[in-house]
Nanobody
Framework: QVHLVESGGGLVQAGDSLRLSCAAS????????MGWFRQAPGKEREFVAA????????YYADSVKGRFTISRDNAKNTVDLQMNSLKPEDTAVYYC????????????????WGQGTQVTVSS
């Protein structure tokens, strides 16, 4: 069993930066592929970024490539999402998720989810 708690969300202006953090407890953190998803009002939950268990290979949605960076610290059981050059369309609730599978793109593959943290970007 893995429990995930996100933090770091807030209200910022377009062009600003935020760093989201996800703290994991329970389970073996290094055994999980970690991902970030987001959901805006009226829209489906969408993939944002993922990072592999030990090799730290990363994957990004086209909409955030070059602006967002995902990282993990297996010693601290944390995964972060550095968000730069934020745009109003980045406004959403951001969720941290974990899976033992190798399917990083689809939300259905993830077994554990955090409660979400709100990110609001004003124009």
């Amino acid at each position: 069993q893995v429990h995930l708690v996100e933090s770091g969300g807030g209200l910022v202006q377009a062009g600003d930066s935020l760093r989201l953090s996800c703290a994991a407890s329970g389970g073996t953190f290094g055994s999980y592929l970690m991902g970030w998803f987001r959901q805006a009002p009226g829209k489906e939950r969408e993939f944002v970024a993922a990072i592999t268990k030990s090799l730290s290979n990363t994957y990004y949605a086209d909409s955030v490539k070059g602006r967002f960076t995902i990282s993990r610290d297996n010693a601290k059981n944390t995964v972060d999402l550095q968000m730069n050059s934020l745009k109003p369309e980045d406004t959403a609730v951001y969720y941290c998720a974990a899976t033992i599978s190798s399917m990083w793109l689809w939300s259905s593959a993830y077994n554990y989810w955090g409660q979400g943290t709100q990110v609001t970007v004003s124009s």
